[in-house]
């Protein structure tokens, strides 16, 4: 309820915006982590030809989230996300009523530009109108998120219990549906004239030495984050022998996220630097990678319910752990972004800041899987987590170290509110 009464406090456009991201999730994650199975299973494909549909949808998004910041700037944020949840909606339905090979890579493309049109557009959007609360606004942001990223999985679950294609259709009806809300109720802004080109904005953000320093401190954020979809659920499967355990981790975090967000994004905001608390979160999110790391090496799962309960204990520790690095630093991140650079660059900014550490992460995911792979071959099974660990605890020193430096932009003060008669 308090989730609820804090978001009738911000404008229509934010509310919007805030529905949006649940769909969003929603939408997204009731079909993308089947559809790999779709692709092996039910279509015969080889576990190459998976693997390239999947890159494509991928590289598409995370290549030209600039191409989508900077059109945000130009064009409006508005138009943009439309666009993007109408492109969406096109792909998603390709996944449902194409099984040829061009069809499917038409699909990943489709969605891959999709997400990078309204990613950046719908952060640049919620920044402009957010005024000063952008750190309240981003943490409820975050909620709507997280929410969405747990539903759609128990929906698309439920869905394949008929067929792949029903789960594609439906949620390709959703992003239809946010498109068709999003042009009806979200509101234009006027776009001021842009002066010079499109290349002379990216030369100018990528010219911005702190921005691109603090975008490659992020990469630990972004890898330790992709864990709750890789090393955290595959933990605590092994933990307890039970592939629903897997589904408590995100049913920790979005109780979690849901109870906690706002109240810490309140609570810290007015309470030291921006840096200290996005550096704070960021080594909390390397240490929830440590009470995993103590029963890795268990020799495999345990006899009885209740020792798989206690077993399962340390990995839902972590993952709580997790979210709450994440609800610390996270609202604090986005807010940051902006300061960075004048305000007509906001979606640029976005953009670039989404392709350096995407594709840093990817690499960091790499090494995590790597990790995975040599420790179960060596019997290493605690070298992911201390890996990840690592990260956690690196990307902090990163900020830190900016901080010292003084090159973090501090956010703007907050306009008082003139008194009335």
């Known amino acids: 309820m308090k989730t609820w009464r804090e978001m009738r406090g911000f404008p229509l456009a934010i509310r919007l915006l805030l529905i949006n991201q649940l769909g969003v999730n929603t939408g997204f994650y009731l079909l993308i982590p089947y559809l790999a199975t779709h692709l092996g299973e039910d279509l015969g494909m080889s576990a190459a030809v998976v693997g390239i549909v999947l890159g494509v949808r991928n590289l598409s998004q995370q290549g030209l989230f600039i191409v989508g910041g900077s059109a945000a ?109 999003q042009a009806l109720v979200l509101p234009a802004r ?66 979690a996220n849901l109870a906690l967000q706002l109240r810490i994004t309140r609570a810290l905001k007015e309470r030291g630097s921006r840096a200290r608390w996005i550096g704070g979160g960021l080594a909390l999110m390397g240490l929830a990678f440590l009470p995993p790391l103590l029963t890795a090496a268990g020799s495999g799962a345990p006899d009885g319910t209740t020792a798989a309960a206690l077993a399962l204990l340390p990995v839902l ?68 987590w201390l890996c990840c660990a690592g990260f956690g605890l690196a990307s902090a020193a990163g900020v830190a170290w900016l901080h010292r430096l003084r090159a973090l932009p501090a956010p703007p003060a907050p306009v008082p509110v003139p008194a009335t008669a």
Request: hydrophobic share 55%; charged share 10%.
């Open 73 to 181: 700037d130009r064009l409006g944020a508005r138009g943009v996300i439309i666009a993007g949840c109408a492109l969406r909606t096109a792909g998603f339905a390709l996944f449902a009523l194409g099984d040829g090979l061009p069809v499917l890579l038409a699909a990943s493309v489709l969605s891959g530009l999709a997400g990078a049109l309204f990613n950046p557009a719908v952060r640049a959007y919620l920044a402009q109108e957010a005024g000063d609360r952008k750190a309240e606004a981003f943490a409820l942001f975050n909620v709507f998120a997280t929410t969405g990223a747990l539903i759609g999985p128990l929906l698309g679950s439920a869905l394949l219990l008929v067929d792949f294609r029903l789960s594609a259709l439906t949620a390709a009806a959703i992003f239809a549906v946010l498109t068709v809300a």
């Open 190 to 255: 006027e776009v001021p004239p842009a002066g010079g080109s499109v290349l002379g904005d990216w030369r100018e953000v990528l010219g911005n030495r702190t921005f691109l320093a603090f975008s490659l401190a992020m990469v630990g954020m972004f890898t330790m984050e992709n864990q709750l979809y890789l090393l955290l659920p595959d933990g605590a499967r092994r933990a307890t022998g039970w592939d629903g355990a897997a589904g408590l981790v995100f049913l920790v975090g979005t109780a």
């Open 317 to 384: 520790g972590g993952a709580l752990l997790l979210y709450l690095g994440a609800m610390i630093a996270q609202p604090f991140v986005m807010e940051l972004i902006p300061a960075f650079g004048r305000a007509e660059l906001t979606g640029t900014y976005f953009g670039i800041f989404y392709v350096v550490s995407g594709v840093a992460a990817a690499l960091g995911n790499t090494a995590v899987g790597w990790a995975m792979d040599a420790g179960d071959h060596g019997g290493a099974a605690w070298l992911p």
